[in-house]
């Protein structure tokens, strides 16, 4: 609330000035350039771009249960990370935020985790925000239904590299009684001086008919994954049935 009323005691104070009323100069800078029309808005900011896509944050941190499944309020858990109060000090950390600003639609959070040495890496952030925002943050999947699995961790090749073998669990939102899709991902973390950052991760799926498929980089190749799985459950069912 400090803010607040600093805010409101600035403007109180502008008001309470006396108003001096000047004449303007007829030749004024401001008058001349009146007739160019009014100056092109700035453009917009990364986090004004990413308001208007929408998120799934819940309501109240301070009594949600975080969604990377930890079992702690979302307010002690993974928001510390998702607003730039604590860094990530372990790689089971960074994968937990992630997982969970996918859950509620953070953007800007997954490009300030994901490291330079990542293929997908955008300089362009708004376009990098925007690419994510329409193709890759699973918007077709019901995240209260679905369960990250945390793996062990396994040192690199140096101190500050480091690969989980993590499951996750992605729950179709359709159709209907659709089964969770059941994923692998090797996943690789760095050490950077902001926190443990993604470098990289190869999804598979130990699903009907998808063994040594290619690893998936977006929500677009995990839906055709959803479709292909339904239609090898089927298959598969048809066999046993006859």
């Not at 059941?182 to 008919?209: D, I, L």
Request: proline letters at 7%; a positive charge; charged letters at 20%.
């Amino acid at each position: 609330h400090g803010a607040m009323f600093a805010a409101f005691g600035i403007a109180s104070i502008a008001l309470a000035q006396p108003v001096t009323m000047r004449s303007t100069p007829r030749h004024s800078p401001v008058i001349a350039m009146a007739g160019f029309g009014a100056p092109k808005p700035a453009p917009k900011t990364l986090e004004e771009v990413v308001r208007g896509f929408g998120n799934r944050l819940p309501a109240d941190p301070s009594v949600t249960a975080c969604a990377c499944g930890s079992g702690e309020l979302y307010a002690d858990c993974c928001r510390p990370y998702h607003v730039g109060d604590q860094q990530t000090e372990t790689p089971e950390a960074a994968l937990r935020a992630r997982w969970t600003a996918f859950a509620y639609r953070l953007p800007i959070y997954i490009i300030n985790s994901t490291d330079k040495s990542n293929s997908e890496y955008m300089s362009d952030k708004i376009k990098w925000a925007k690419k994510l925002s329409k193709t890759s943050m699973f918007d077709t999947f019901d995240f209260s239904a679905s369960k990250l699995g945390v793996g062990e961790v396994e040192t690199g090749d140096t101190p500050d590299e480091v690969f989980m073998q993590n499951v996750f669990s992605l729950q179709p939102k359709s159709p209907m009684g659709a089964a969770p899709i059941k994923m692998y991902e090797r996943t690789r973390f760095v050490q950077r001086k902001a926190g443990w950052m993604f470098a990289s991760g190869a999804v598979s799926s130990e699903a009907p008919g998808l063994k040594n498929r290619d690893a998936m980089k977006s929500e677009a190749d995990v839906a055709a994954l959803a479709k292909d799985v339904a239609y090898a459950e089927k298959l598969v069912g048809g066999k046993a049935a006859s």
